[in-house]
Structure formats: structure tokens, C-alpha cells
């Protein structure tokens, strides 16, 4: 007597979601689908500290201290399995709503609005409810068929709905939102340190050189350590702003998407004000002339 095994497929949460993600290892990596600049963030990290663990560091590490590649060491390994961390973990995706469930919805919403006229535009879909003791206005997501929780917002390149989203970011190839804003800071945080540390480093073993190495010598005759600095002089203004930015936004509890809504509405206000300024003195000073 032959025994059939009959094997279930079993379907994992991870597998009904139907963005713009890409998973592997039974779903534990969940990248966005557009990775090409997140490769390149990795050739970058990868290259300037192999060449400086290459090169410079030997020197330095006879001459001054053996601790100067421990310490790098150290700060590369954090940069490196926070970048990870950031980049293949779920960044707070929420899940759509099932037809079942996107019916009732919309059922709600038609029972809410009543029945609106030909031709007219239906009111903006907006739920109101009470969270500790406040009214909050829920926004409804078309794409997601859901009620957006507060703070959340809806990834047009992921086409997700993810919690607490603060930007989608090309250089870590995901979104970042509220289950991996944490290492997206201590990564920017921990690269910021590693990039002075490398720069500086280059300066002193330039300095230090025996061959008697000058800037306008290094310059004339280029090498791997001009490469080095040409390297980190750029990321320290972009990383070393980007990580004082998010400093502030922490200190504030903000996120950037919600930093720009402001900046958009204080622009949209400036530029109003400007209008009813430029408006008003137009017709104090051209309406007497016309009537002359
Ligand atoms: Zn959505
Ligand atoms: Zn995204």
C-alpha cells in the first residue's frame, strides 16, 4: 500500500502583499524593486574602506597606533549591518484591505456621504476618530482600499501604505518608516563618524608620509589616497547634514514627509501673502492713476 503525502502550500502573509517589493529568504528580506543606487552605496562604503584598510591603515597603524583599524573596524561593521538592517527590513507596511473588507468600506463611506448627485464631486473620504481624548481625520488610501493610520502615508514607488513613513530612500534601496527609522539613523549617525574618521586619517598619513607627500604632489600624481578623500570630502556635506537634519527632526518628533507638508504650506502661505501684498499696492497706486 502506497502512503500519498499530500503537501499543503502554505501562503505567508508576506507573499499576499501585492506592492512593489521583492522578497527573499522565506520573506525575512524585503527590499524595494529599484535597488541600482542602493548597489551603489554599497561600492562606495565597500571600496573607500577597503582601500583605507589597504593602504593607510598599515602605515598608520606602525607609526601612530594599532587602534586607529580597530577603531575603524569597528565603526565599519555598525555602518554596515545597520545599512542591512535598514534596507531588508519591513519599514512598517500596511497591509490592504481584503475585497471582503475594502467592501464594507466602501459600503460605510456611500452610507456616510448619501447618495450624491450626477455630475457633482463626492466629498473627500475622511474618517473622524478619537484618540486620546482628540478628533483624528483619517485619510482613505484608493489604492489600499484603507483608513490610513495617523502619521501614515502611502510609498508611490513601493505602492504601499507604511506607518509612520518619513521618505522612501534610493541610497538603502526601502522606504523607511517606523520598524527601521531607528537604524536608518544610527546608520547615517555611524557612517557620518566613519567618513570624518577616514578623512581625517587620510590628512594625518599625508602629513605623516615619509616620502615627504605634499596636497599639490598628491594632486599632480594621483592615488588611491586622493581618491579616498575626494570620496569623503563629498559625503561628509551630504551625510553630515543629512544626519544633523534628521538629529533636529528626532528633537521635534517629526518626520521629513511631514516636514515638507509644512514647508509646502509655509511656501503656499508665503507666496499667498506675497500675491495680496503685490495685489494691494497695484490697486493703491495704478486705481488713482486710472481714474485721473
Ligand atoms: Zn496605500
Ligand atoms: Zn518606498
Known amino acids: 500500500m502506497s502512503v500519498m503525502m499530500v503537501r499543503k502550500k502554505v501562503t505567508r502573509k508576506w507573499e499576499k502583499l501585492p506592492g512593489k517589493n521583492t ?3 522565506d520573506g525575512r528580506v524585503m527590499m524595494a524593486r529599484q535597488k541600482g ?9 565597500l571600496g573607500t574602506c577597503s582601500l583605507f584598510f589597504a593602504f593607510e591603515c598599515r602605515y598608520l597603524a606602525v607609526q601612530l597606533s594599532p587602534a586607529i583599524p580597530v ?16 534596507s531588508f527590513s519591513d519599514p512598517g507596511v500596511i ?4 475585497p471582503d473588507e475594502a467592501a464594507f468600506i466602501e459600503m460605510e463611506i456611500e452610507a456616510a456621504n448619501g447618495n450624491v448627485p450626477q455630475g457633482q464631486r463626492p466629498p473627500p473620504r475622511i474618517k473622524n476618530v478619537q484618540i486620546n481624548n482628540q478628533i483624528v481625520k483619517l485619510k482613505y488610501c484608493y489604492t489600499c482600499k484603507i483608513f490610513r493610520p495617523p502619521r501614515a502615508s502611502h510609498c508611490s514607488i513601493c505602492d504601499n501604505c507604511v506607518e509612520r513613513f518619513d521618505h522612501h ?12 527609522y531607528r537604524y536608518f539613523f544610527l546608520f547615517i549617525l555611524s557612517l557620518s563618524l566613519l567618513t570624518i574618521y ?3 586619517f587620510n590628512i594625518v598619513y599625508v602629513a605623516l608620509s615619509e616620502s615627504g607627500l605634499s596636497i599639490c604632489s598628491l594632486l599632480l600624481n594621483p592615488s588611491f589616497t586622493v581618491l579616498e578623500v575626494f570620496i569623503c570630502f563629498f559625503t561628509l556635506w551630504s551625510v553630515v547634514g543629512l544626519t544633523g537634519f ?3 527632526l528626532v528633537s521635534l518628533n517629526q518626520t521629513t514627509n511631514e516636514d515638507v507638508n509644512i514647508k509646502r504650506i509655509c511656501l503656499f502661505l508665503f507666496l499667498l501673502t506675497g500675491y495680496i ?11 488713482p492713476l486710472t481714474n485721473m
Open 277 to 287: 501684498w503685490f495685489y494691494l499696492f497695484t490697486y493703491r497706486t495704478l486705481l
Open 95 to 98: 497591509p490592504r484591505a481584503l
Open 71 to 86: 577603531f575603524a573596524a569597528l565603526l565599519f561593521l555598525f555602518s554596515m549591518a545597520t545599512l542591512l538592517r535598514t
Open 37 to 45: 543606487i542602493f548597489y551603489l552605496t554599497l561600492i562606495l562604503i
Open 23 to 25: 522578497f527573499c529568504c
Open 198 to 200: 577616514i578623512f581625517t
Open 246 to 248: 534628521h538629529t533636529f
Open 169 to 180: 530612500c534610493p541610497w538603502v534601496g526601502n522606504c523607511v518608516g517606523k520598524r527601521n
